[in-house]
């Protein structure tokens, strides 16, 4: 497996480089998707079929404390990362089907220097997202079920069961 950037930045903080770790590093180095936790999981599986979900959980969350990967506000249900890149980017979300669009042009400076003047923080990062509806949906006649895209995928949403469940046999 190729030493990712990921994997140099483990071990230059002296961590040890698991086989969870690896398979983890592996599958954010190899994709520009903003992936869940589960997401993760389920492709390092894939390169080994050992690493279990605690796993991805726990290397996420060392990865993410050393500002390796960034948190994604997507929704509410699942959180969503993104490998961390030197630019500096916002993100503006689609509620409707999902699309995640990074915008590295940054204004927000200004106002965190004026923060920072005005409450004595010494403020060192800050995240800035944007929600509503991407183009595609604008067009749409009706929309999809948020969190789905019907334009990268051929999917439909599941009919919802109407009235209460029945045990089977059960008229």
């Known amino acids: 497996m190729p030493v990712t950037r990921l994997t140099r930045a483990l071990q230059t903080q002296g961590l040890r480089l698991t086989r969870a770790r690896r398979a983890v590093c592996r599958v954010l180095a190899e994709t520009a998707e903003h992936l869940t936790v589960a997401e993760v999981h389920r492709r390092a599986r894939r390169i080994d079929r050992r690493i279990g979900l605690a796993s991805v959980y726990r290397t996420m ?5 050393l500002k390796l990967v960034q948190h994604v506000h997507m929704d509410h249900r699942h959180r969503h990362y993104a490998t ?10 689609c509620r409707t089907c999902g699309l995640v669009v ?9 106002m965190v220097k004026a923060l ?9 990062g800050h995240s800035l997202d944007f929600f509503g509806e991407c183009p595609a949906c604008l067009l749409r006649p009706t929309p999809p079920r948020a969190g789905r895209c019907l334009t990268d995928r051929s999917i439909a949403p ?8 029945r045990a089977p046999g059960v008229g």
């Open 116 to 124: 920072a003047r005005r409450t004595k923080f010494r403020i060192d």
């Open 84 to 93: 961390a890149t030197d630019d500096h980017c916002h993100h503006l979300v």
């Open 61 to 65: 969350g060392v990865l993410e404390r």
């Open 158 to 165: 599941r009919p919802r069961r109407r009235g209460p469940r």
């Open 102 to 110: 990074e915008v590295s042009d940054c204004q927000a400076e200004a």
